[in-house]
């Protein structure tokens, strides 16, 4: 927690080392060759900025540029918010526009003197923002001055020539004081709680520590605590095992201290051992394993072996990097992501590199403002010859950057530049390779098969990582598995009565009779399908939605028996929001299960899950492939609603367009998953409407919780551009998108034109969460381009219709001849037989 910023004069010496060890520290340019930790850089100057040396700094490590306003109106935009302060004197605060005061992190304050309501007020205007305050006075504020400002919430900066590690004068403030002026202690005894642990963040106990010993601490750079029957404990003055201080931090309520240090000797415990609390465990267990190994390996260890021969080492981390490349599952990543970092450490270890090391170089390469491109070296990539080294349009949109902090950005191709090659390539999806999904969940299926309940408790503690004693929940249902906040039962309750309102006007309840001939009536009449099986995602997302769009229909289509199956919470329980759907639409029973085991023990039955004669709902790859599977098996002579594959949506958006609107609903399926498949098609507009899109995405997207699924869908998306709303249209009924959203002028005179779509959202004011969630329309719709031939999921989805035919005797007299020459046609004499002994009978 940064409350005070020594500016420095001098980068070297003990005051230097002190303050570097409680903080960020503010330097003045030039920048020296090596940074302190954290550094803040001050250009006070009025000369134009020179943008690539300040992003040449920020490369190199430094935290945070301090620029005057003018020099600031010419980086914003340039570099990012969070990497530059305003250094603002206190007259000019009304000259800050409000792209000034949205493009920094906070605002170095000069003024004459500390004025606390004046500061309160700049806080309100710069909301949001850290507040630094840098006193133009040639000697230091009061210690109730400095108290008094630290509690507004407002940072202090004071130049090294007022601190001191002295006690403190009226010249001279004592570093120590500073820092721990806004700490307080709840205990009798006045001393502050203070954790211990090493650079990369492991605990190796809890001391305390009291000012003294803190001002020792900063001072000498060693570990140095308040005993509490002993008084100063210098740590390893008697045992050997001393520490050296890297950094001292208050906790967010500055009532405890962090100590973060270099451990020596036999470990910070009395009892020897590297943590109070035992052996650090994980990484730093296997560093310190590997060091030692290396130190001082047994005659014909493998890890020896390992250090003596660098080509083996470099084989094996080759070829630990390729398998878990090829890891599918789960397990199989973590098996495989741990062998890696083993031989990788192992090498990281013989050249001297430690985590915290590798840390370090994490946290700078994170903070780097340029990047590079990301791209795999061409003996890495997916096709070496010459013509992959300038990928097409078609390869660009799939291209996936690597960089977090690069701009969210879609990519772009042009109808009327692209081959129908390159055409062909924009509509196509990913490759779902079902016959290894399918290969992959059929030992699972066969064992609920074989097994039942058993092997389904089984997998659900695998998979589910839940420990149940039973496999379904049957009503009536507890009210407490039910419990909700009013405004989400409210909202679910509306949901309800929508979507139930258009799925009852789809109902076909009517019988339809059509005399083809005299004496001939033909009729077809609707059934609903007796028991049903609706799976109900849980991974990344809670889906009451999905629920209540497979429930509602199936119970306004009169189906008997609606299992639902959803895997449970760790704790074995399912989401009440679930539950209450289940209530709402007469569930019969609540299967406990997520994944291939729950779609096996829907499609065979087992001891306690009923069998279901069709399977509904969207669900991962191993769902997927499931489903798949059971509905070609006779056993289960079950059936599927519709081929599934990731989210869709296609945009078509022309110059009426509403920039914000098109990137929200963009990013409404982006969110996802990594997946999805994300389509804006630009009608005729211009780079600057582009960009406007472009950079409400970038926005939007950094201010949702699931930015980092934004990040990969985004850099897989495509910008098709299209010079008339015709072309536009073409294109999409090619790609036949699961949603399509017209941005259109007159959208709606456009929907008869739509030939291949899963479900239509026309206008301005329709995004597609409306029809996922609350419209009336159903949400489960075809993906992967189904859409040409499957409809999404409807009333009659849960109804199979029967035909019936009556005919008279005198109808019999003018079919009969008909259906006997045909039947002599093909050569089926008793087809014949069964008319002509009729006719005879007549």
């Known amino acids: 927690m940064t409350r005070f910023l020594p500016l420095i004069e001098d980068s070297q010496g003990p005051l230097f080392d002190a303050l570097n060890r409680i903080g960020p520290v503010i330097l003045n340019a030039p920048v020296p060759e090596i940074l302190p930790a954290h550094p803040y850089l001050l250009l006070d100057r009025n000369s134009p900025p020179d943008i690539d040396q300040i992003i040449g700094w920020l490369d190199a490590g430094v935290e945070k540029i301090i620029l005057p306003l003018a020099s600031a109106k010419q980086v914003i935009g340039a570099i990012p918010e969070d990497r530059i302060l305003l250094l603002l004197d206190v007259a000019n605060v009304s000259a800050v526009s409000d792209r000034v005061r949205s493009g920094v992190s906070g605002v170095l304050l000069k003024t004459p003197e500390i004025d606390l309501d004046m500061i309160s007020s700049i806080s309100k205007f710069f909301a949001n923002s850290a507040i630094h305050v840098l006193s133009d006075s ?36 004592n570093v ?48 140095v605590y308040q005993s509490r029957k002993h008084g100063l404990w210098r740590k390893g003055e008697t045992s050997g095992a001393t520490q050296d201080v890297v950094s001292i931090r208050l906790d967010c309520d500055s009532d405890s201290l962090e100590f973060k240090v270099v451990q020596h000797g036999s470990g910070f415990c009395h009892l020897a051992q590297p943590s109070c609390f035992g052996d650090l465990p994980g990484l730093p267990a296997l560093e310190s394993v590997l060091k030692s190994r290396f130190e001082n390996a047994p005659a014909g260890s493998y ?12 084989s094996k981390i080759m070829e630990e990097a390729d398998e878990l490349c090829r890891a599918q599952t789960k397990e199989e990543v973590s098996f495989e992501a741990a062998d890696l970092i083993y031989f990788a450490l192992t090498k990281c270890v013989s050249f001297g590199v430690g985590i915290i090391d590798i ?26 010859s010459p013509s992959s080294q300038k990928p097409s349009a078609s390869q660009s949109a799939l291209a996936l950057p690597t960089d977090h902090d690069a701009p969210i950005r879609m990519r772009s191709s042009d109808l009327s530049t692209v081959s129908q090659e390159e055409r062909a390539l924009l509509l196509r ?98 059934r609903p399908i007796a028991r049903v099986g609706l799976y109900i995602p849980g991974g990344t997302a809670i889906l009451p939605s999905t629920a209540l769009m497979l429930g509602v229909p199936a119970q306004v289509a009169g189906c008997k028996e609606i299992v639902f199956a959803t895997p449970p919470r760790p704790d074995g329980s399912i989401s009440p929001e679930v539950m209450y759907v289940a209530q709402l639409i007469g569930a019969s029973a609540v299967l406990k299960a997520g994944g291939a085991q729950a779609v096996a023990a829907m499609a065979y039955g087992t001891e306690t899950v009923p069998k279901v004669d069709k399977i509904f709902g969207p669900g991962n790859q191993w769902v997927t492939a499931a489903k798949m599977l059971v509905q070609n098996d006779t056993d289960a002579l079950v059936s599927i609603d519709m081929p599934a594959g990731p989210s869709e949506v296609l945009v078509i958006a022309d110059y009426t367009a509403n920039p914000a609107f098109v990137a929200a609903d963009l990013l409404s399926q982006a969110e996802h998953g990594v997946d999805s498949q994300v389509v804006l098609v630009a009608v005729s507009l211009s780079e600057d409407q582009l960009s406007a899109i472009e950079e409400q995405v970038d ?144």
């Open 138 to 173: 040639s000697s230091p504020p009061s210690t109730f001055s400095v108290r008094a400002l630290l509690s507004s919430g407002a940072n202090l900066v004071l130049p090294s020539s007022q601190l001191t590690l002295s006690p403190t004068t009226t010249a001279q403030l």
């Open 699 to 842: 926005k939007q997207a950094r201010a949702l919780p699931r930015v980092d699924i934004m990040r990969q869908s985004v850099a897989k998306s495509i910008i098709v551009k299209a010079s008339s709303v015709e072309e536009a249209i073409g294109f999409s009924n090619d790609y036949a998108p699961e949603h399509l959203i017209m941005h259109l002028e007159n959208a709606g005179q456009y929907v008869k034109m739509i030939d291949n779509a899963g479900s239509v959202f026309v206008g301005p004011y329709t995004p597609e969460s409306c029809g996922d969630y609350a419209s009336g329309t159903n949400h489960t719709l075809p993906t992967n381009g189904y859409a040409r031939q499957f409809s999404g999921v409807n009333t009659l989805s849960f109804q199979k219709h029967i035909t019936s035919q009556e005919i008279t005797s005198a109808g019999l007299k003018i079919l009969g001849p008909v259906v006997a020459t045909l039947a002599d046609c093909e050569g089926l004499g008793a087809h014949a037989n069964a008319v002509r002994i009729r006719l005879g009978a007549l």
């Open 303 to 314: 890890t020896k072996r390992l250090f003596d021969d660098p080509e083996l080492l470099r």
């Open 359 to 384: 840390e370090k170089s994490l946290d700078k390469k994170a903070k780097r403002v340029t990047r590079r491109p990301g791209n795999a070296k061409p003996q890495w990539s997916s096709s070496s």
């Open 429 to 526: 999806r990913p490759v779902l390779k079902s016959d290894e999904m399918i290969a992959k969940v059929k030992p699972i299926v066969s064992e609920v098969l074989k097994r039942g309940d058993a092997a389904l408790l089984e997998f659900t503690a695998k998979f589910d990582k839940a420990q149940l004693t039973s496999t379904c929940i049957f009503p009536p249902y507890s009210k407490s598995s039910m419990e909700l906040p009013l405004d989400v039962k409210d909202a679910i309750d509306q949901a309800y009565a929508n979507i139930k309102k258009f799925h009852q006007a789809q109902s076909d309840g009517s019988t339809l009779k059509v005399e083809t001939m005299p004496g001939v009536v033909c009729s077809r009449f609707a």
């Open 176 to 223: 120590a004081d500073l820092f721990l002026a806004p700490i307080t202690s709840d205990r009798p005894d006045g001393l502050f709680p203070t954790i211990v642990s090493t650079e990369s963040g492991h605990s190796l106990g809890l001391v305390y520590s009291s000012i003294e010993s803190v001002r020792e601490s900063i001072v000498t750079g060693k570990g």
